[in-house]
């Protein structure tokens, strides 16, 4: 190889290599402000979402966070009644999940025989499945006796079907998942804060029945009917 070959193919390789750079610079940036992918990985969302729906979330909707300062760019809206999010679990370091905003700030939320109740009016939720059977749980209690207004705490005993009223505190969310009796959500661990919400689902790309009969289901069996759906 002569000189004149080396330094061509140096070149060429340092041209390569800058335009890889550039590529996951780019990448960097439109996952961390723009859109990032979702996999979709218990049944609490059912039948809006279901185990094995891959999703792009909108991550700049309700003002994405800078990545290493941690400062938020400006949001496009607050988040609404009804929207599905994507948020940093209270409980859980580093992991993400998927809920419906039920409760907005301000709201005096409860429910009654598994029928939600927004400042004492039934709230339509033609979204929501019930798959199971009304129980009681310590956490309901341990964090709702707190916020409970209009009933003495000292006969409070909360139940996942029957709880409340409850007043929603200022720059927080009451969440809960369709798959009403299936969820752990704000029930159990308490209010949602603003900043811990990461995004919206914008469609699904892809979706699979891991319980699909035939061998390699995530081929086998698409759900061809979900792709580039939008849940809502």
Known sequence: MTAQQRKSLAHSAWEWTKSI???????????AL???????PSGSMENTLQIGDFLFVNKALYGAEIPVVHARLPAFREPHRGDVVIFDSETEQGVTVVKRVIGMPGDTIAMRDDVVYIDGKKLDEPYVIHTGTDREDPQFRAWQVRYLVGRDPKNYRPTLWNW?????????????GD???DS????????LARDRIRGRPMFIYY??????????PFITAIRWDRIFTHPH
């Open 34 to 40: 723009l859109v990032e992918a979702f996999r979709i």
């Open 164 to 176: 409340g009223p409850l007043l929603v505190p200022p720059d927080s969310f009451f969440v809960m």
């Open 21 to 31: 750079a550039a590529a996951l610079v780019i990448w960097f940036f439109l996952r």
């Open 207 to 216: 979706s699979y029945d891991k319980n699909g009969v035939l061998p390699l």
């Open 179 to 181: 798959n009403r009796d």
């Open 184 to 191: 752990y959500d704000s029930r159990y661990w308490g209010f």
